[in-house]
């Protein structure tokens, strides 16, 4: 697979110098054209053999570009901070936001692939690292993001040379790490496995440009024209997908709005009973019941938290439901028993200009708890395949690929050994009509009720066809939907405390 990037390809600097006015005057109207006609962000990434010229290639990039809005990341060993949090956590934070230039150094392909050359993880475990590599950076991609990946190589022989040159050299040999002559050592082992990295994440929409690394003059040149080459090529076809898309999305409008019109869409008629339908509103607790089972269950949350904060142990609890269902007072009913330090609460609504410049899924990224904290989430990332496709936020091929995305990052969770919890707070649409007024006749409870509220009352059947078929594409065996019967408090309070306390308690016995 390397041998094309062993040709000892030379470039003379008298030629550069000439290639290198253009290019730079080039890349520099293409990124200002990205700024502010692009509505996606630009991923490179930067892999590949230690000495290859990785550095000094996004330093040229750099200099050739408006630094000020290329932000590089390199990556070392994960801090205390990272280490505390699922693998991609600290990936997605630094996804750039659209219009922008992200540089990853040593990003998400190098911990596999140490981890693999030294015998830590098998052949198997090897390949999931890459599905999941693949899994992020089509999810980026679908979004309209454009991620080119740069492989640097250089023969054995040539590694060995830089090596000895770094390592005699006062000024530079700082540079050289404690495993450097050891990598080189097993350069057939690295070789092997960074070919398996290729074969299986060079896609059509993340592809890698494999470099040789040996001429400056060549390698920076190749490099920068690459990356003006698919810049330019990713903006025309982005101009030309977003035009399609625009279009397929108003014509899927009119035919829904049509089929629902004639009563043949999927929210008038085709599809009437939803799971929700089967859930008993009848169940429900007498106050004083509830009082004693309230302190029951906050004292043995409140130990089981301590013991799960102890063992290291995260847990994410999701709470959705129909307007006025309860999700505040459920939520606050777990908070009363946990130590203010060790948990949060996010409350999401409408995204920022800051959140909706990235993938949905950023926002939500952001906010994952360290090592044995809890964060809670008042409506989640479900929002994508509930307000956002019911309000036309997203498309059609936005929010029916989000549920492959969603079941993806929520495995990611349990893999780390996060405790996932989601729970859909579900009343009858007579009760929400009740708890809308005694809010409107409360002071104190009105500022809850907003216009926005009636108006997602008037689309109860659009809303709870979208809750069915979401439960159906994302209640998988590791991270089940609870559905909870709140049509009285007390009971679906109750309900939701046990749940999570034995869930908790299963994960602190283990």
């Not at 230690?50 to 000020?68: P, Q």
Request: hydrophobic fraction near 40%.
């Amino acid at each position: 697979m390397f041998q094309t990037a062993e040709l000892g390809q030379k470039v003379a600097k008298s030629e550069f110098k000439q290639r290198e006015l253009v290019l730079r005057e080039n890349l520099l109207a293409l990124q200002q054209r990205l700024r502010l006609e692009g509505d996606f962000p630009v991923m490179l990434d930067f892999a590949g053999v230690r000495g290859a010229g990785k550095g000094t290639s996004i330093n040229m990039l750099n200099k050739w570009m408006d630094a000020r809005w290329i932000v590089t990341h390199a990556y070392t060993e994960p801090s205390d901070e990272e280490r505390e949090r699922p693998l991609f956590w600290r990936i997605w934070r630094h996804v750039p936001p659209k219009g922008q230039i992200g540089i990853h150094l040593s990003g998400r392909y190098s911990r596999p692939l140490l981890d693999f050359v030294y015998g830590k993880i098998s052949q198997e475990e090897f390949n999931h690292h890459l599905d999941r590599i693949n899994n992020f950076e089509k999810a980026l991609a679908d979004d309209g993001a454009m991620v080119l990946k740069f492989w640097m190589h250089i023969s054995r022989d040539v590694q060995k040379k830089r090596l000895e040159t770094l390592e005699n050299d006062p000024l530079r040999s700082w540079r050289m790490a404690a495993d450097d002559w050891k990598h080189w050592e097993m350069y057939d082992r690295f070789i092997e496995a960074e070919e398996m990295i290729i074969s299986a994440t060079n896609t059509g929409h993340a592809p890698w440009e494999i470099i040789e690394g040996e001429d400056f003059y060549y390698r920076s040149l190749r490099v920068g024209e690459v990356f003006l080459q698919t810049l330019e090529r990713h903006m025309m076809k982005e101009q030309i997908r977003q035009k399609y898309l625009s279009e397929m999305r108003k014509e899927v409008h009119q035919h829904t709005s049509q089929a629902e019109a004639t009563g043949n869409g999927n929210g008038k008629g085709s599809q009437t009973i939803t799971i929700m339908d089967a859930l008993d509103h009848s169940l429900s607790m007498s106050k004083k019941a509830y009082r004693q089972e309230l302190a029951v269950c906050q004292a043995r949350l409140a130990g089981l938290h301590q013991k799960a904060a102890q063992k290291k142990i995260s847990t994410i609890l999701v709470f959705e439901g129909p307007d006025a269902s309860g999700k505040g007072g459920a939520i606050r009913q777990i908070t009363e028993a946990l130590d203010a330090r060790y948990y949060k609460v996010y409350p999401f609504a409408a995204p920022t200009d800051m959140e909706n410049a990235h993938h949905y899924l950023w926002r939500f990224w952001n906010c994952m708890p360290r090592a044995g904290r809890m964060t809670i989430f008042d409506r989640s990332w479900y929002g994508r395949v509930l307000v956002e496709r019911i309000e036309q936020f997203a498309g059609d091929d936005e929010w029916r690929r989000a549920f492959a995305e969603i079941n993806d990052f929520e495995d990611q969770l349990i893999e780390d050994g996060v405790v996932l919890l989601k729970f859909w707070l579900h009343i009858s649409k007579d009760e929400q009509l009740k708890r809308f007024k005694d809010r409107e006749e409360t002071p104190y409870k009105r500022w809850k009720l907003v216009d926005e509220d009636w108006r997602n009352r008037e689309k109860w059947d659009d809303y709870a066809l979208a809750a069915h078929e979401m439960i159906q594409q994302t209640s998988v065996k590791k991270s089940p939907w609870i559905l909870v019967e709140n049509e009285n408090k007390a009971y679906g309070r109750i309900k939701v405390l046990n749940s999570v306390c034995d869930a908790l308690e299963k994960a602190v016995a283990d």
